[in-house]
């Protein structure tokens, strides 16, 4: 075992914002079971990430409960791990590089929410930690974002008709531009699963 598939923050907390209603991709829960999927079946390992800020009093509290996998995905309790990290990178505030050097795992297949954010920058630091990555890249979610100088108390609907608004999808496209060939090999989950020789 060299690979492992690194699923990062898809959990309830994304759920409980408002904001979810935005998301890119509601059924992001779906695309990432497939790939745990293959992952398991080529004996790869598979390590579960949370975003945790606790005392913050918001969804990513886990005093209130919210932090914890989406309902649609199983952790194997015995084999994969579960981190919490309490910054955007699973690497900084985690074990995790420790965790993956100990098995040998030179190669990381990398998804979650949010594309751009904790998606991204994990991505990028394992790249410049001389992992292999591959970036899937409809098995990540993300939200539009509001231009930095508007008021952050408007509503979900004034932010959507802002023209100066980042469109998820945008945000997406860029993330791809940015990391492929410098961080990461770009890929989809159907892809990985012709490789595989079958769907998960």
Same mark, same amino acid.
């Given at each position: 075992?060299?690979?492992?598939?690194?699923?990062?923050?898809?959990?309830?907390?994304?759920?409980?914002?408002?904001?979810?209603?935005?998301?890119?991709?509601?059924?992001?829960?779906?695309? *990432?079971?497939?790939?745990?999927?293959?992952?398991?079946?080529?004996?790869? +390992?598979?390590?579960?990430?949370? @975003?945790?800020?606790?005392?913050?009093?918001? *969804?990513?509290?886990?005093?209130?409960?919210?932090?914890?996998?989406?309902?649609?995905?199983?952790?194997?309790?015995?084999?994969?791990?579960?981190? @919490?990290?309490?910054?955007?990178?699973?690497?900084?505030?985690?074990? +995790?590089?420790?965790?993956?050097?100990?098995?040998?795992?030179?190669?990381?297949?990398?998804?979650?929410?949010?594309?751009?954010?904790?998606?991204?920058?994990?991505?990028?630091?394992?790249?410049?930690?001389?992992?292999?990555?591959?970036?899937?890249?409809?098995?990540?979610?993300?939200?539009?974002?509001? @231009?930095?100088?508007?008021?952050?108390?408007?509503?979900?609907?004034?932010?959507?008709?802002?023209?100066?608004?980042?469109?998820?999808?945008?945000?997406?496209?860029?993330?791809?531009?940015?990391?492929?060939?410098?961080?990461?090999?770009?890929?989809?989950?159907?892809?990985?699963?012709?490789?595989?020789?079958?769907?998960?």
């Amino acid at each position: 075992m060299t690979r492992a598939l690194i699923v990062i923050d898809v959990q309830e907390s994304f759920r409980a914002r408002p904001l979810w209603e935005t998301i890119s991709d509601p059924e992001i829960a779906g695309q *990432v079971d497939r790939l745990v999927r293959l992952a398991r079946r080529a004996g790869d +390992l598979v390590v579960w990430v949370l @975003h945790a800020e606790p005392g913050s009093g918001d *969804v990513f509290d886990p005093a209130l409960g919210h932090v914890r996998l989406m309902a649609e995905l199983e952790r194997r309790d015995d084999t994969e791990p579960l981190i @919490h990290k309490t910054s955007h990178n699973a690497f900084t505030t985690t074990n +995790l590089q420790q965790l993956l050097t100990e098995r040998g795992i030179r190669e990381l297949t990398v998804c979650g929410i949010r594309t751009e954010q904790c998606v991204e920058t994990t991505t990028r630091v394992a790249g410049d930690l001389g992992y292999l990555v591959t970036l899937v890249i409809d098995a990540t979610a993300t939200n539009p974002i509001p @231009h930095r100088d508007a008021p952050a108390d408007r509503s979900i609907a004034e932010m959507l008709s802002d023209p100066r608004t980042l469109s998820a999808q945008e945000i997406i496209r860029r993330t791809e531009y940015a990391l492929a060939g410098r961080f990461a090999t770009i890929a989809t989950v159907e892809q990985l699963e012709a490789a595989a020789g079958s769907p998960a």
